[in-house]
């Protein structure tokens, strides 16, 4: 699977972005999807994830409320609609999808990821 990421870009504290993940390759309806993001110095991190059908989601407990994962199997695009965005969100975004049968939030489960987008969230 290629996963390549759009949508990132520099935003006010309490403004909203959205990041897209298109993908190609293997069969995108039967892949798990998520986010990461990571900031300088800093661990990658989970930020959401998706099961095959949408049907399933989680959340990391610092964008929970915030953050809305989703996904279009016919465009073979997953989303991040990101909502009061602060300036601890900034950091670099990536799409990553997996075999996994289950959703997962753990970083070593995920097989494809994506080059990455720029988030910067100004005070």
């Known amino acids: 699977v290629q996963l390549v990421e759009s949508g990132g870009g520099l935003v006010q504290a309490g403004g909203s972005l959205r990041l897209s993940c298109a993908a190609s390759g293997r069969t995108f309806s039967s892949t798990g999807m998520g986010w990461f993001r990571q900031a300088p110095g800093k661990e990658r991190e989970f930020v959401a994830a998706?099961?095959?059908?949408?049907?399933?989601?989680e959340y990391s407990n610092s964008v929970q409320g915030r953050f809305t994962i989703s996904r279009d199997n016919a465009k073979n695009t997953v989303y991040l609609q990101m909502n009061s965005l602060k300036p601890e969100d900034t950091a670099v975004y990536y799409c990553?999808?997996?075999?996994?049968?289950?959703?997962?939030?753990?970083?070593?489960?995920?097989?494809?990821w994506g080059q990455g987008t720029q988030v910067t969230v100004s005070s």
């Open positions: 990553a999808g997996t075999t996994a049968v289950v959703v997962t939030t753990t970083r070593r489960t995920y097989q494809y």
């Open positions: 998706i099961n095959w059908s949408g049907g399933i989601t």
